[in-house]
């Protein structure tokens, strides 16, 4: 089965600050990744996507994620962070096959943005 | 409206009570999810609907009874619930089930349950 680990709770970086969010992940085959964002009150919003090719991939709002087969992990990364983005970032695996949109979620990084 | 809607956002039930989520997805897919977001713990995805029919249910205990009459709505009944029920539930929308284009997933705000 698979499994996601962020190992960082909870993350504060200054606005204007390059940001880089932890994610780990325990998959048989080639997984299918993915960053969704949460902001307090609302719902998930897909960031990226990883299914294959390229490893450097760009989602939406300036962030983008590297898939590094070797070292099993998929991290978020943006170069310089706005107090916006403050919320909770989810990393998420994707088992394939016929899971039926089945997406297994890391427990959470909650990213704090000071002025 | 535009996206996926759930209603109501708020809602505290006593564990004798029966009480309803709604979910609604503007977006054309074709499947829907609950999934249960609690407190220090991962998301977990509680039922898959694919056109309106269940293909996925997660070990969920029988007091939560899933409904999708259409492929627009999707409703979570609840009855004789617990205090560890107390979460935030979720509701998503894909345009299909099944491929990669199941894990591109739409989230509505949620419903925050309190069983008192």
């Known amino acids: 089965a698979q499994s996601v680990t962020q190992p960082d709770i909870h993350i504060t970086v200054s606005e204007g600050a390059s940001l880089e969010l932890r994610c780990n992940y325990s998959?048989?085959?080639?997984?299918?990744l993915f960053w969704y964002v949460q902001s307090p009150g609302q719902g998930l919003q897909l960031l990226l996507k990883?299914?294959?090719?390229?490893?450097l991939v760009q989602g939406i709002k300036g962030f983008e994620a590297e898939f590094k087969r070797s070292q099993s992990s998929f991290n978020l990364r943006k170069p310089s962070v706005h107090w916006s983005d403050a919320a909770e970032y989810f990393c998420?695996?994707?088992?394939?096959?016929?899971?039926?949109?089945?997406?297994?979620f890391g427990q959470g990084t909650i990213l704090t943005v000071h002025p | 409206e535009t996206g996926v809607t759930q209603t109501p956002r708020h809602l505290v039930m006593g564990m004798t009570n029966k009480k309803s989520l709604k979910c609604e997805q503007h977006l054309g897919h074709n499947a829907m999810y609950w999934y249960k977001q609690s407190a220090k713990k991962p998301l977990e995805l509680m039922f898959v609907y694919s056109l309106e029919e269940r293909v996925e249910n997660n070990s969920v205990p029988s007091r939560f009874s899933p409904e999708c009459p259409n492929s627009s709505h999707l409703f979570l009944h609840l009855h004789t619930l617990q205090p560890e029920d107390s979460a935030l539930y979720l509701c998503?929308?894909?345009?299909?089930?099944?491929?990669?284009?199941?894990?591109?997933?739409?989230f509505g705000p949620g419903t925050r349950l309190t069983v008192t």
């Open positions: 998503a929308s894909s345009q299909t089930a099944v491929g990669l284009a199941a894990y591109e997933q739409y």
């Open positions: 990883y299914f294959s090719g390229d490893t």
């Open positions: 998420a695996v994707g088992a394939g096959g016929t899971s039926y949109g089945k997406l297994t």
């Open positions: 998959y048989g085959a080639t997984p299918y």
